[in-house]
């Protein structure tokens, strides 16, 4: 009996787009048209015809564009409020936000024609006025956006005069869509920052902060009975962020060396050929998505190092940190390589034929006078790789293990901050639990910390590149 | 030179031709030497690296681009079809018995055994045929159904016959039967068209990436229609309009830092807004393309950017000079000329998108759908979200057809950056 | 050109440090010198003058094998110093360069303390036993180049730090302390003003007593200042060459003539 109505809400939705759109062009033709009539009149028009039918054409559709996606955002809370308010009374007194949304999403899934069980029949009825509700709602929108396009459509139309700026009017309307473009990273940096700090402050609600940041134990269990929340779990970060680190070290004592020294050969040794061969090889290590990555760990890697500890005795554990770090390591080896490339050549040939002409060999110039000279660029890509290195997830999730240990042995096996966001995360999530929250309290720390690396190396980046520009 | 003690008047006059000298230069030529093949040794590592994970990657995905079937012949014996509901027969036991009938040396004891030979596939194709065509009840028909993963891997040699019995997946009589079934040549070993037709299952014979390709498609599809003209618009008026002042220095920062941003942390943005506040729907491609959007955005307008950079100024000039707005002047002059650059740096952005998994766990496309999505709200997976759960399935089938996937997936990142860098090529413009 | 003092001639006495004969040097696709031959004297200061690509720098960067760090460049024919080929297979650039030493038009200081840049070559090439020795080198060279009185109390400062002249005559200072035998400098006033200029061509003057000096200059002015003898180029092609009085006052060809006079360049 339900799904019909999805259906409605579907075509109404598109209805309304077809709407907003037409209603647009028809302003586009409407205005163009009266201008060109003026134009034949004899009249001098400020601006050309065409500007006339652009300023109709973003009047009607951008405040229009604007209130659909705003409906089709917030439509789902309103109703939903609205769903809730209507519930018989006791229904949901004294429940739990989470137990609330529990409700409301059999709700939904009754609305949406699953029903599993038999539910109570007030459950069933409010799924009723929760289609109705989405199809009054989709109704209305249709509605509205129409009576919005043809004021606008009129109005607009009204402006077309021989003295009406129309090519300013249109510039400023792109103008101001334009800069909205820009804010787009501004919102996105709020938006993160906003759902990180929101989610860990009801982390902290839940565990004191304190256990969080210096608490030795990570055991996120999930409590099995919701009386036990946060009396078994354990949310102390300094194992999981030591597993990073230690992760970290190994990746970057496979990258550092390895790309350096690439860099220093192709820069100063490579002929032409080798290096327009070598270097686009290079770049394909670093296109490599980083899924491909973990499953090469899991592969090839492990089961190599599996052995060699095997043969060797040394105690390696089968998820062992060297794994997902090495791996992580030959994934950085093009970007800092590629990063100690360009500084090496940003460094002016005015240095390196003074070095030459003293009777330097071309290694002696680029280890003594060269590298001193990049050394301010080179810090700040590998503080841009350790950075990387840090936020890595995918080979992290495939090839590092679950469970957290305090210790810095990369023999062993550990876990990282990505890691335990993700596998906090896969799968159902209810956002009342310490276990999903923390997942977001891992991610601040992990946001802040890679941020702050960024800044730093970006500072010292740009301060090199102001030294020889 | 014996006078060049007497010409060589420097602070200290240098013989050049002796044998300290000679000797430290030929230390100094050695040490560079050294140098030289570390060098050459760490580029040697990374191409070594590059070259193991392309090779492995082959070894083991060329076992998914073929398929082990087997032909039998299937009665519909009427005493087990299911009169009321054709659909709900008994068709296993058809197939166990046409099965045991036809393997030579089988009792019915070994039915259960047989039947493991055939994929689950067999008895839904058996449904279907009964279903399209009801007069088959007690003919005998012909199915060509694919083999279940261990005698696929049989079949292929992938499995040691020198492990023990019990710790192998098929057991000896089990081989015997299979080999029986193949001396009648009723095993072939056809092109795996499952791979790219079907979507996911949980048997690796009839796992696919229809729907991996089709969630990934929707994905990119909205991930370029947000990206791709708020990046242009943004990079527009960075670069072309923005009065330079603090407000200016602050996006520029932001767009820099967020371009940064481990990938994971999309993935929380993604969820706790676009799920859990605005309650989008979850595993769908389309909020799968809004996360992917807000991580291409940098790479776009950092691209633009510099396309638009290296329009010469003399052009702007021109237009400016027979009385063009500003506006005229870069959306008529300019951006026609930059379009390649961006365009270029719009590809390469959709390539590391497609790319992306972590954000896309996290919004939940590693969803568990054996359809291909009907519409980009519909739940689905994309195709590294695919792989990273392919590699996580126990059974042995699935790891061919990870890398099976991978080569996929490094296919069209192959051709998205071909084309990228064959746009670069034929429009690049030197001023 | 009035102002233009000649300087004191001594030219003639001296024997041939550097003899270049039929010298080609192929730029890719540019014949950029042509058939080039010079004999350079010792403890002499040799002018190279002519308009801007005229290959003159190029000819410069021949006589210790600069070219060689320029990957397209080709070099024909043969340079002689004190009687051996420098394009010898088993002459080591290295070694030539630390005997014929260059100074740069832009001052070039290493990212290093006024100390270590002139301590860099005596360093690499092994000169000093102890850092007594050093010490002294380091003393001497920033003396010779007259820097000395000026840095003495801030050695561990960066060069960088330093103005245009300074730097320039840090340069030279780095160049000399090797010993070389031959100081070839390319246009290297063109980076300073009037006073540092003055400085530097004082120096070039005192440098003539130990080295053979060739130095590339755009100013006329400088070369009929600073040099015994003179090299006209033009267009690849060596004009005329010869005492500096006699290229100046009574040029042998027009096209040195025009040049002079103000015509061409």
Redesign the interface.
């Known amino acids: 009996m339900f799904p019909q109505a999805a259906d409605w809400v579907r075509s109404m939705t598109t209805f309304a787009f077809a709407l907003l759109f037409l209603a647009s062009v028809a302003g586009y033709l409407l205005n163009l048209r009266a201008a060109r009539q003026l134009q034949g009149s004899g009249a001098r028009l400020h601006s050309l015809a065409g500007f006339h039918g652009g300023f109709s054409f973003l009047v009607v559709l951008v405040p229009g564009f604007i209130v659909l996606i705003l409906w089709l955002l917030l439509q789902g809370a309103v109703i939903n409020a609205l769903v809730l308010r209507s519930l018989p009374p006791g229904t949901t007194d004294g429940l739990d936000p989470g137990a609330v949304q529990l409700i409301v999403a059999e709700i939904r899934q009754i609305a949406g024609g699953r029903i599993f069980g038999t539910p109570e029949q007030w459950k069933i009825d409010a799924a009723a006025r929760l289609t109705a509700l989405r199809d009054t709602s989709a109704t209305l929108m249709v509605v509205v956006v129409g009576v919005m396009s043809a004021v606008l459509l009129i109005l607009s139309r009204m402006r077309v005069s021989p003295d009406f700026r129309a090519r300013q009017g249109t510039e400023a309307i792109v103008n101001g869509l334009m800069i909205f473009c820009s804010t787009v990273a501004i919102f996105t940096t709020i938006g993160i920052i906003a759902s990180l700090v929101v989610e860990t402050w009801r982390f902290f609600g839940m565990v004191p902060w304190y256990d969080f940041l210096f608490g030795l134990r990570w055991e996120p269990q999930m409590p099995i009975r919701a009386d036990q929340i946060a009396a078994v779990g354990a949310f102390g970060w300094v194992p999981v962020f030591v597993g990073t680190l230690v992760i970290t070290v190994v990746a970057m004592t496979v990258a550092v060396p390895v790309g350096l020294f690439s860099a220093i050969y192709l820069n100063e040794f490579a002929s032409p050929r080798f290096r327009a061969v070598a270097k686009p090889l290079l770049e394909i290590l670093a296109g490599v998505p980083t899924v491909v990555y973990g499953f090469f760990a899991v592969l090839v890697i492990a089961p190599a190092l599996r052995d060699f500890g095997v043969w060797s005795g040394l105690p390696i554990a089968s998820n062992t940190a060297l794994a997902a770090g090495s791996v992580t390591g030959v994934m950085l080896i093009p970007f800092i390589s590629s990063f100690a490339d360009d500084t090496l050549s940003a460094v002016p040939r005015a240095l390196r034929d003074g070095a030459l002409a003293l009777g330097a060999t071309r290694g002696e110039t680029v280890i003594t006078v060269l590298f001193p000279a990049a050394i301010p660029g080179i810090v700040g890509g590998i503080l841009l790789a350790v950075s990387r290195a840090i936020g890595e997830t995918m080979i992290v999730v495939m090839a590092a293990g679950l469970i957290a240990k305090l210790t810095i042995n990369p023999l062993d096996s550990v876990t990282t901050v990505t890691v335990q966001i993700v596998t906090l995360l896969i799968g159902d999530t209810a956002f009342d639990s310490p276990k999903t929250l923390a997942a977001f309290a891992l991610g601040l720390m992990l946001f802040v910390v890679t941020l702050g690396i960024n800044v730093l190396a970006l500072r010292i980046v740009r301060k090199y590149r102001e030294i020889y520009d | ?1 014996a ?2 003690t007497q ?8 013989d ?1 031709t002796s044998e ?2 000679g000797a ?2 030929r230390r ?2 050695a ?2 030497m050294r ?2 093949m ?6 040697g ?3 070594l ?2 070259a ?2 392309m090779v ?2 082959i070894a ?1 995905g060329w076992q998914a681009m073929t398929q082990t079937h087997v032909r039998i012949d299937v009665t519909y014996d009427p005493a087990l079809i299911n009169e009321a509901n054709p659909a709900r027969s008994n068709f296993r036991q058809m197939l166990q018995n046409s099965l045991v009938a036809q393997v030579p040396g089988a009792t019915a004891e070994d039915g259960r055994a047989l039947l493991g030979i055939l994929s689950n596939a067999a008895q839904f194709t058996m449904r279907d045929r009964l279903l399209a065509d009801p007069s088959l009840v007690g003919r005998t028909v012909t199915l060509n159904v694919p083999a279940s993963d261990p005698y696929d891997l049989l079949n292929k040699g992938l499995i040691d016959h020198e492990t023990p019995e019990e710790l192998r997946r098929v057991k000896d009589n089990e081989i015997a039967f299979f080999g029986a079934l193949a001396a009648q040549g009723r095993v072939t070993k056809p092109l795996n068209t499952t791979l790219l037709t079907s979507a996911d299952s949980r048997f690796p014979e009839l796992a696919g990436l229809r729907g991996a390709l089709t969630g990934s498609f929707y994905a990119l599809l909205t991930c370029f229609l947000l990206s791709f ?6 990079a ?3 670069e072309e ?2 009065p330079k002042n603090k407000a200016s220095d ?2 520029e920062v ?5 371009a ?10 993604g ?3 676009f799920l ?5 729907p979850r595993s769908a491609p389309f909020v799968g393309g809004m996360v992917l959007a ?1 991580m291409t ?2 790479t776009i ?1 950092i691209a633009t950017r510099a396309a638009l950079k290296a329009v010469p100024a003399s052009i702007r000039e021109a237009a400016l000079g027979v009385g063009a ?1 500003r ?1 005229q002047v870069v959306f008529h002059h300019v951006v026609p000329l930059a379009m390649p650059g961006i365009l270029t740096g719009t590809i390469i952005g959709l ?1 590391q998108a ?5 954000p896309l ?2 919004i939940g496309m ?1 969803a568990f759908v054996t359809a291909a999505p009907a519409t980009p709200f519909d739940p689905a997976t994309a195709l ?2 695919q ?2 759960i392919w ?2 399935s126990p059974e042995r089938g699935f ?1 061919s057809r ?2 099976a996937a ?1 080569l996929v ?2 296919g069209f ?1 192959v051709l998205m ?1 071909g084309l990228a860098i064959f746009l670069r090529n034929k429009f690049e413009r030197k001023w | 050109m009035n102002d233009m003092r000649i300087a004191e001639r001594t030219v003639g006495t001296n024997a041939a440090k550097i003899s270049a004969r039929g010298v080609q040097v192929y730029y890719g696709e540019t014949h950029a010198l042509k058939d080039v031959d010079v004999d350079i004297l010792d403890r002499t200061v040799t002018a190279f003058i002519g308009p801007s690509g005229c290959g003159k720098s190029t000819f410069l960067r021949c006589l210790n094998r600069m070219n060689d760090t320029v990957a397209i460049a080709r070099v024909e024919g043969t340079i002689l110093l004190d009687g051996q080929d420098i394009y010898d297979k088993r002459i080591d650039p290295v070694q030539l360069r630390a005997k014929v030493g260059m100074v740069f038009q832009k001052p070039n200081p290493f990212p290093k303390s006024i100390y270590d840049n002139v301590a860099y070559g005596p360093k690499i090439h092994g000169l000093t036993r102890n850092k007594g020795e050093l010490d002294e080198i380091v003393e001497s060279s920033l003396r010779k180049a007259a820097l000395w009185n000026e840095v003495k109390g801030r050695l561990n400062d960066p060069g960088t730090g330093l103005s245009g002249g300074q730097q320039q005559r840090l340069c030279i200072a780095r160049a000399v302390a090797t010993s070389p035998e031959v100081l070839l400098m390319d246009e290297p006033c063109s980076a300073l003003d009037p006073i540092a200029t003055a400085q530097v061509e004082e120096l070039i003057d005192e440098l003539r007593e130990n080295y053979a000096v060739v130095i590339v200059t755009h100013s006329m002015q400088q070369a009929a200042r600073v040099s015994q003898r003179t090299a006209f180029f033009h267009l690849g092609n060596l004009v005329e060459y010869g005492e500096t009085g006699q290229i100046f006052t009574n040029p042998k060809d027009t096209r040195t003539e025009s040049y002079i006079t103000g015509r061409i360049g």
Do not use: H
């Open positions: 030179m006078d060049a010409t060589g008047i420097g602070p200290r006059p240098v050049w300290e000298i430290r230069v100094r030529k040490s560079e140098l030289k570390v060098g050459l040794a760490a580029i590592f990374a191409f690296m590059l193991i994970l492995s990657l083991t003209p708020i990046g242009i618009g943004a527009i008026y960075l309009f923005a602050f996006i932001n767009i820099n830092n967020l940064a941003v481990p990938s994971v942390v999309f993935g929380l943005l969820l706790a807004v859990n506040w605005l309650g989008l807000l955005l940098p307008i707005s506006q390539a497609l790319g992306q998994t972590a766990l996290l590693n590294p979200t792989i990273f590699a996580d790891v990870t890398s991978i997936l490094l990142l950056n």
